[in-house]
């Protein structure tokens, strides 16, 4: 058990999806996961590990923004071993030809600041993602109904942006969509030589002003979270 994880050794598998919204985790884990056992349920923040193709999985939502994302990632890597986290969440399109409902694989992702800044002083690091995750979820969300985009992306350290001057810089230099958790995502599998992708569904765009209606958000994640699967035993 940790601070902000109540599992026990052994209920935590080498495998995480981390949906922000903890219930988004129960959801994925009850639609997608054999035999789903509920393993964290502290600060309400829900976590389950069960069964997909025979392969042991937990769903552990990740709260909002970077520094929420950050003490659940640490104390999966550090306390209880997790090797591949892969997010699921949404995202806000960037691009026109990034469309509400597509699927957004992030290569990159740029961002002011995340808790890991405070280490790297002056040096503007650049996180990534795994490669091979990457490979093989695009070659999985081929095989999917919804479009896929591969690129860079936002971490924004607010949800309210009051920056029009920086969302236009990153459209112009082919930013594909915003969330707020990735970076440091991928800054902390770096650091502790585990696998990280973000893997997104859009549910909002920055230019046009559409949205995904909240009632069709549930089914259109579904594409993802098979991705985010589907790449990690590939």
């Known amino acids: ?57 937990t769903i552990h939502g990740s709260g909002m923004g970077m520094p929420s994302l950050s003490i659940y990632a640490n104390e ?26 597509d699927v957004v694989l992030a290569m990159t992702s740029s961002t002011l600041s995340t808790p890991s800044s405070g280490i790297f002083r002056e040096l503007n690091y650049a996180p990534c993602a795994d490669w091979g995750l990457l490979k093989a979820a695009e070659a999985a969300a081929k095989t999917k109904a919804s479009t896929v985009h591969v690129g860079g ?21 082919g930013v594909l969509a915003v969330e707020m958790e990735a970076a440091e995502l991928y800054t902390l599998a770096a650091r502790y030589g585990r696998r990280a992708l973000a893997v997104l569904t859009v549910s909002d765009h920055l230019l046009t002003g559409e949205a995904l209606p909240s009632e069709d958000r549930q089914s259109s994640f579904g594409d993802m979270v098979e991705i985010a699967l589907e790449a990690a035993f590939s």
Not at 77 to 84: C, D, P, R, S, V
């Open 153 to 173: 992306i936002y971490s924004s350290d607010v949800f309210y942006d009051e920056r029009p001057d920086l969302n236009t810089e990153m459209t112009r230099h």
């Open 76 to 101: 999966l890597i550090k306390e209880y071993g997790a090797q591949t986290l892969i997010r699921i969440g949404s995202a806000g399109a960037m691009q026109e030809n990034v469309k509400v409902r």
């Open 1 to 57: 058990m940790t601070v902000h994880i109540g599992a026990e050794p052994g209920q935590i598998a080498e495998t995480v999806l981390m949906p922000g919204d903890p219930l988004r985790a129960k959801w994925a884990a009850e639609t997608f996961l054999e035999a789903p056992e509920l393993v964290n349920e502290v600060r309400g923040m829900l976590g389950y590990t069960g069964l997909w193709r025979g392969n042991r999985v």
